[in-house]
């Protein structure tokens, strides 16, 4: 055995000898190997007909045994060497013991200019794929829309509840803590000039016309554009998109089309929720720091916006969930191979939903300002 | 016997009165197992008999029920961390590599981690371990994803032997192989465990596997464990076993078989 493994591996190495003669005793190996080394080193550069003795050596691996190879090399005569022994060196030494092949470095300065270009290249890519995809699922949905026999209802449904029903906790306390959160902006700025009560107009503007659905639209993406992304790069990995389309069924229209149509009914009626729940945090805060019960509130609120403003917020909800549910679908389907590329394209999908509803958001704002609206 | 490779009678792993139990499914009941000093043991057993649990058991990985698991005598759950590396390695079915991390990297991990020695003895020793393992030399700077499956095994192998193992654990070795691959995985398991003295067991459905290279096979029926050599494991009137062992696939892995070997 190369090591005595009924006994705890012990490392204890003795060398001894002189002149040409040396003899080495005990156990060879990675713990003793540096001792070897710095023993023997002297003794290889001064001598010539070098013999090493092994016959009292009990222990010897592959480090070990690589190091004996090396001797062997400079002409060392190894004797005594045991059956065991001779073994794993005829092993060992019969290899090429070539040096490892690395990956060629670069420099620095190139590597950076390598990753500008490529991230360029990459950018590029994925704009044409997301322009190419959006196209397509919007040709999918069209064609569903007038085809009743490609209508999923139960897929539909099933989709509703996970990215609609289920996320309602979470955005009505999103919307609730947002509107603590502006209205106490609003307070600390206003009440110097004792208009702490447009604080009210404040809150109601801003949640009903941004905050609501910005929250929300970040909210869905990152609950559900992520969920896309993640149960389509998973079928993928498992063949099961293979498969579909093997059976003539296209995943645009089997997975896509349910998502999309899901998010987008579901998006807006969230984003109508957090209205709501924004006002009652509104309202909270302003009982509890303007002293102004809910009733005058929403008088209050009733003269700072009208139906506008709310129409503002909805109708940038479909559009965004349009974006969210397209981008986490196009990145479920560009997984390729491993689980590493659904963690990857999931993270991808997300950023570039919540980078789309921004970008959308300010065009929005820039057009609703010029109609006037 | 195979000359010049001592297989002593004496156990280095062995498993004593092992129960596992999921739910009300018993998996194991009250199943004992040497494993003997530089053999090779072929662990064989019908589809949910229990084999991965059986090998994540001896290998520490799971705690059973009841019942211990000794490695040289030590109880398996008290060794350390570095120990229990240094003793045990293992290929997981699917070579479990760190995708992150290139073949060569992957090899070194655990020498980085458990070693003293220097960066350019790690690589040195990683290029033996590498081609060991019949890795081709400009395969280490490649990242798992570009391997191909019989190169998948044969690196998480190379990574399995970095720390010089006294035992060795191989989760279906050849599974997922073409033939051609798989005797050669076969034929590199002989020749570590001749060269390096290295005990091996192998879970494996591969007859081929079981007849050609394996001292003594351990057949997983009914909850316990029946070990010998195929030789009398074929006159054994377990249903289970002789079925399989006078199945068609067991007369042509006999045939395939190399005399000399699993007669133990």
Known sequence: ???????????????????????????LDVRSLDQAHSALGQWLTQRKDRVLD????????????????????RHVELTGISAEHEQLLDLVCGLGRKELVKPKAVPGWREFIIRIGRGADAFGRDTYDVIAF???????????????????????????????????????????MISFVIGYQGLVQLRPFGGQDYTINLVAVSILREMGVLITAIMVAGRSGSAFAAELGVMKTREEIDALEVMGLGPM??????????????LPLLTFFADV???????????????????????????????????????????????????????????????ESVGRETTRAVVKAIFLVIIFDALFSILFERLGI | MNAGNKKSLEPILSAHGIVNRFGNQLVHDKLDLDIRQGEIL?????????????????????????????????????????????????????????????????????????????????????AVKLELAGMPADSAAKFPSELSGGMVKRAALARALALDPRILF??????????LTASG?????????????????????????????????????????????????????????HDLLHSPRAQGALHARKPGHGIG
């Not at chain 1, 092994?54 to 090399?73: H, V």
């Not at chain 1, 229209?253 to 579901?266: C, F, G, M, S």
């Not at chain 2, 191989?170 to 033939?179: G, I, M, V």
């Open chain 2, 170 to 179: 191989l989760d279906e070795p050849t599974s997922d192989l073409d033939s």
């Open chain 1, 134 to 176: 959006v196209g397509k699922s919007l040709n999918a949905l069209l064609r569903s829309l007038f085809h009743p026999s490609l209508w999923r209802p139960a897929a539909i449904s099933r989709q509703i509840t996970e990215t609609g029903v289920n996320a309602l906790p979470i955005v009505g306390v999103m919307a609730i």
């Open chain 2, 42 to 126: 072929g662990i064989a057993g019908g589809s949910g008999s229990g084999k991965s649990v059986l090998l994540k058991t001896l290998t520490g990985l799971h705690r059973p029920n009841s019942g211990k698991v000794l490695l040289n005598g030590k109880p398996i759950a008290s060794l350390g961390s570095n120990e229990k590396a240094e003793q045990i390695g293992v290929l997981f079915q699917r070579g479990a590599l760190f995708s992150s991390l290139s073949v060569a990297q992957n090899v070194m991990l655990p020498m980085r981690e458990h070693t003293d020695l220097p960066v350019e003895a790690q690589e040195k020793l990683a």
């Open chain 1, 1 to 27: 055995m190369p090591r005595a493994s009924t006994t705890p591996p012990s490392s204890i190495l003795a060398i001894h000898g002189d002149g040409n003669q040396m003899a080495l005793e005990g156990v």
């Open chain 1, 277 to 339: 729940m924004g006002l009652v945090g509104g309202a909270i805060l302003s009982q509890v720091e303007l002293h102004i019960s809910p009733l005058p509130f929403l008088d209050r609120v009733r003269l700072a916006v009208d139906t506008s403003d709310l129409f503002v917020g909805v109708v940038k909800a479909p559009i965004f969930a349009f974006f969210i549910g397209a981008v986490g679908c196009m990145h479920g389907l560009r997984v390729r191979g491993s689980a």
């Open chain 1, 253 to 266: 229209e089997l997975l896509v089309v349910p998502r999309l149509v899901a998010i987008i009914i579901t």
């Open chain 2, 185 to 241: 995985i076969d034929e590199l398991i002989v020749q570590l465990n001749k060269g390096l003295g290295v005990t091996v067991v192998i879970v494996t459905h591969d007859l081929n596997t079981l007849f050609g290279i394996c001292d003594r096979v351990a057949m997983l029926v009914d909850r316990r464990i029946t070990v010998d050599t195929v030789d009398k494991l074929k006159r054994s009137d377990e249903p289970w076993i």
């Open chain 1, 54 to 73: 092994l016959r009292k050596l009990s222990g010897l691996d592959t480090p070990g045994a690589m190091f004996l190879c090396e001797l062997r090399d």
